[in-house]
T-cell receptor, first 115, second 116 residues
Framework: AQSVTQLGSHVSVSEGALVLLRCNYS??????LFWYVQYPNQGLQLLLK??????LVKGINGFEAEFKKSETSFHLTKPSAHMSDAAEYFC?????????????FGTGTLLAVQP | EADIYQTPRYLVIGTGKKITLECSQT?????MYWYQQDPGMELHLIHY???????EKGDLSSESTVSRIRTEHFPLTLESARPSHTSQYLC???????????????FGEGSRLTVL
């Protein structure tokens, strides 16, 4: 069975500081990994995804994530936090089942950015 | 910007009422999904559909039902709402993907249901 674990339900950083949100996955097959962001009172929006190829994936708004098979990790980083980055972030892994490809989500990490 | 819409955004109703949460997408996607989201919990898939007249239950057992009569429309119905149904319901869609590829999920803004 596939799953993801997000370490830290709440992360607080200062504006301009490094953002690091942790995600570890469990998968018996090569995983496809995703990060989604949810701003208050909105739906989820795709930040970036890893399927195959380059292990360092760049996404929108300056975020990137690196797939590390040896560590079963897919941590999300951003060099310099902005106030507008305050949101909830979800890591997800794909699971192939029948005719649909379903995503399994983590519990989310709420990012606060302090001025 | 994703073209997937959910109504109502917020709904407060009394126990025993029948409710329908609407979800429509204009992208022509075959696959549609309903997720349930509660604070501090992972999103749970409760229903999905891979095309017209095809629906399946997801990982989390739910008393709700869904239908898929048209490609663009995927409503969720609760025949008799209870306080335990209080939650946020997120609708999503994706293009059909071959093999192990998973297409991007496009989410609506959610319907927040409160049952008193």
């Amino acid at each position: 069975a596939q799953s993801v674990t997000q370490l830290g339900s709440h992360v607080s950083v200062s504006e301009g500081a490094l953002v690091l949100l942790r995600c570890n996955y469990s998968s018996s097959v090569p995983p496809y990994l995703f990060w989604y962001v949810q701003y208050p009172n909105q739906g989820l929006q795709l930040l970036l995804k890893y399927t195959t190829g380059a292990t360092l994936v760049k996404g929108i708004n300056g975020f990137e994530a690196e797939f590390k098979k040896s560590e079963t990790s897919f941590h999300l980083t951003k060099p310099s936090a902005h106030m507008s980055d305050a949101a909830e972030y979800f890591c997800a892994v794909s699971r192939y089942g029948g005719a649909t490809n379903k995503l399994i989500f983590g519990t989310g990490t709420l990012l606060a950015v302090q001025p | 910007e994703a073209d997937i819409y959910q109504t109502p955004r917020y709904l407060v109703i009394g126990t025993g009422k029948k409710i329908t949460l609407e979800c429509s997408q204009t992208m022509g996607h075959d696959k549609m999904y309903w997720y349930q989201q509660d604070p501090g919990m992972e999103l749970h898939l409760i229903h999905y559909s891979y095309g017209v007249n095809s629906t399946e239950k997801g990982d989390l057992s739910s008393e709700s039902t869904v239908s898929r009569i048209r490609t663009e429309h995927f409503p969720l119905t609760l025949e008799s709402a209870r306080p335990s149904h209080t939650s946020q319901y997120l609708c999503a869609s994706s293009e059909y993907g071959a093999g192990y590829q998973t297409g991007e999920l496009f989410f609506g803004e959610g319907s927040r249901l409160t049952v008193l």
